[in-house]
């Protein structure tokens, strides 16, 4: 494993570096240091820790023509104790090298990653924020940066993590969803799975339309059948039927989510019945109209829970969740975020302890 090299001034920048805001937001501060790690030659060549800055593209850097991107999201939060934990991290390791070997990009060994996140995070340590669900949010991403306009896989690569202290969501603050029947995310065999800027990108469109409707979030449907609910467009999908939590298996369209795996843990450790299985937006509907379906929500790392208010359809029709802000979700909010911040018992490897590494 590449030790990351220290640099003086990245040092000095970020032991200044101080916010004064109460309203953090997210993603409107950042650090002022970043990772910054090199590949070339079939291997990585070193990681950097420096200060946060413009990085230099050549105009013809494949990411910029063919869009040889991924990236990773995922959580520090600070303890009662004053420690700092990531939430996590080897999920995100592995996942993120899932997206690289599908984008057909170097993977970066496990540990390495972790290391990576533990140094930025160590020395902003200060700066992980402290009120019950706000923490520091990590943005590790990678990009293609050989030179040259022939569409074949970079030889070059950049690989960068920065971090940016971020709010809490309100709890109680519902989403309205618009049913997106046209416009497809992603369709088997594609790269739905992977945490790639296309899939972003191409959900913007209908991210314009939902906004125009007075909705929140876009869900994506099946490219096949236009029937089955897969997840948002940053989010995945739950739903309460007879009491039972429902939720879109997983298939190489939808991005494995660490809060959906999180909380389908949650809820079989407290006896509860997780169905993961194929949903389709008709049973949504008509379980909403005969009462049996009393809650859904959305779910990421971001946001953690958010309950749904409504579903809107193509035609406009609105279709009303009868509990917007339902027990279930909330209680499996409540204990998701206690575990993340400290405040109850976390499940065996949840939790990764931040050592003491800067000044
Ligand atoms: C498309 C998509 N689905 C789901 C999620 C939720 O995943 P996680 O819980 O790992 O943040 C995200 C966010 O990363 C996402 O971008």
Known sequence: MKKVEIHPDAVERVKKFVIN??????????????IQAVYDHGEWQRFDLLPYGPIQLDPCSK?????????????VFRHPDDNIYMFRPEMNARRFNQSAHRMAMPEIPENQF???CEVICSYSKHLVPKRLGESLYLRPFMIATEVGLGIKPSKQFLFIIVASPSGSYFAGDSVKVYIEREDIRCAPGGVGYAKTGGNYAASLKSYSKTIKLGCDQTMWLDSVEHKYIEEMSGMNFFAVINGKIVTPSLTDTILDGVTRKSIIDIARSENLVVEERKISIDEILSAI???SCTEAFVCGTAAVIAPIASFMD????????????????????EK????????SEAPEGWLHRIENLSF
């Open 114 to 116: 972790i290391s990576a």
């Open 63 to 75: 990411v910029l023509h063919y869009g040889q991107e991924i990236f990773e999201g995922m959580k």
């Open 314 to 333: 193509k035609d406009l029709s609105v279709h009303d969740l009868p509990e917007a802000s339902g027990k279930i979700s909330m209680h499996l909010r």
């Open 336 to 343: 998701l975020v206690s575990i993340q911040a400290g405040r």
């Open 21 to 34: 805001d109460p309203q953090l937001g997210f993603g409107k501060y950042v650090v002022p240091i970043m």
């Open 289 to 291: 109209h005969s009462g």
